[in-house]
């Protein structure tokens, strides 16, 4: 694999050197915490605009600083998941606590996030990005929105299916709400994924060598 000055050296990079990067970031390919900070900020300040996008939505919003923190934390995870090895048994309940009220996991857990069943479990990278910065890249159909009723309601949840006749929106407690057209005064997207950051705080190293090994478990477990 290519090292990262090859990718993109200088501010003055080609878009395509510079999308290569991106994309093998995005795919798992290189891991966000072998970038370092001046690259990450030259890639979000690049004068291409698909460099931007793409550079914006993985490292955050230029100046805000927030590259080098979700570099720290995702590099602080690693760390910690190459010291040792994980009990899936042990990963399984704390699965349950943080993660199965939104999302299925074989046979076990909520439909408000996407199945991980099919899911890149087995590519770290990709599985660490997804967590520790939820909105930099949202499944598909799984946009929140913000939902105004005429009668005063406020309802944030994800579109899981609409027609001419009714819009039924799924909440974060798992239910659908149907409602019909009339009844809608106002629907925006908000940009973001449902899902909540800071999922893995909390975790003691070997709560979190536990938790990746039931997520990356390739089977159900039984006792």
């Not at 460099?51 to 995702?74: D, H, K, M, Q």
């Not at 770290?124 to 890249?137: D, G, H, M």
């Not at 950051?197 to 478990?217: C, K, M, V």
Request: proline share 9%; glycine share 8%; hydrophobic share 35%.
């Amino acid at each position: 694999m290519p090292t990262l000055p090859h990718f993109c050296p200088a501010p003055t990079s080609r878009a395509p050197s510079c999308l290569l990067l991106l994309r093998a970031l995005q795919s798992g390919k290189v891991s966000l915490s072998a970038v370092p900070a001046e690259i990450a900020e030259r890639l979000r300040t690049h004068p291409a605009p698909p460099v931007r996008s793409l550079a914006t939505t993985l490292f955050g919003n230029p100046g805000a600083g927030p590259s080098t923190e979700l570099a720290r934390r995702i590099g602080a995870v690693e760390s910690a998941l190459r010291a040792g090895p994980g009990n899936p048994y042990a990963g399984e309940p704390l699965f349950m606590q943080r993660c199965a009220a939104c999302h299925k996991l074989f046979f076990k857990g909520g439909h408000v996030g996407p199945d991980l069943t099919a899911y890149q479990r087995d590519n770290l990278s990709t599985l660490l990005l997804s967590i520790l910065n939820p909105n930099a890249e949202i499944r598909e159909g799984y946009a929140a929105v913000e939902v105004e009723t005429k009668d005063g309601r406020s309802l944030t949840g994800f579109v899981a299916d609409r027609d001419a006749n009714a819009l039924v929106l799924r909440t974060l407690d798992g239910e659908n709400t149907t409602l019909r057209p009339s009844e809608i005064e106002s629907l925006q997207p908000t940009g973001r994924s449902l899902m909540p950051e800071g999922l893995l705080d909390g975790l003691s190293d070997q709560q979190l060598r536990d938790l990746f090994a039931y997520l990356r478990s390739s089977q159900p477990m039984t006792k």
